[in-house]
């Protein structure tokens, strides 16, 4: 899989600066937030570019965390 840089990804950019806060977030907090689509994908680049990021699910709803 290809994945974009960080540094050179607004869309990434702005999924980092919404996670920064260490704070569990939905899938559907993440797609409002952050105005991104396919935020598994979006989750997946960040994690290739280094971060690690916590995911848990509740019933059919996906959590995301950002390790500080």
């Not at 702005?14 to 598994?40: F, N, P």
Request: net charge positive.
């Amino acid at each position: 899989m290809n994945f974009a840089d960080l540094s050179k990804s607004d869309r990434l950019q702005r999924v980092k600066k919404l996670l920064s806060d260490h704070l569990e977030h939905s899938t559907r907090d993440i797609v409002y937030g952050a105005e991104v689509m396919a935020v598994s994908a979006c989750i997946s680049e960040l994690r290739n570019n280094g971060l690690t990021i916590h995911s848990r699910r509740k019933e059919n709803i996906w959590f995301y965390r950002m390790e500080a």
